[in-house]
Nanobody, 126 residues
């Protein structure tokens, strides 16, 4: 069982930046791919970004491509999401999760993941 603790959210004006962190424990973090998801009020949870266990491979949702950057520090068991040029539509609770396989289709089926952390709220004002 893996424990995930997200942090770094907050209130920011449109065009601003935030850096989210996700600390993982309880599993061999460095051998798992990691991903970020978000859920806006009244909407389903959606994929945002994923990174392979080596950190070499990354993928992004079209809506954040070019603005968000996912990275990881395996020595710290932490994955990050640098969010730049934030828009009001980025407002959501952001979550992270793990998958043994970077090429898993589960990234696009958040319901496949059995457990989640508490998430961190990101609010972008216009």
């Amino acid at each position: 069982q893996v424990q995930l603790v997200e942090s770094g959210g907050g209130l920011v004006q449109a065009g601003g930046s935030l850096r989210l962190s996700c600390a993982a424990s309880g599993r061999t973090f460095s051998t798992y791919a990691m991903g970020w998801f978000r859920q806006a009020p009244g909407k389903e949870r959606e994929f945002v970004a994923a990174i392979s266990w080596t950190g070499v491979n990354t993928r992004y949702a079209d809506s954040v491509k070019g603005r968000f950057t996912i990275s990881r520090d395996n020595a710290k068991n932490t994955v990050y999401l640098q969010m730049n040029s934030l828009k009001p539509e980025d407002t959501a609770v952001y979550y992270c999760n793990t998958d043994p396989e970077y090429y898993s289709g589960s990234w696009y089926r958040p319901a496949d993941f059995g457990s989640w952390g508490q998430g961190t709220q990101v609010t972008v004002s216009s």
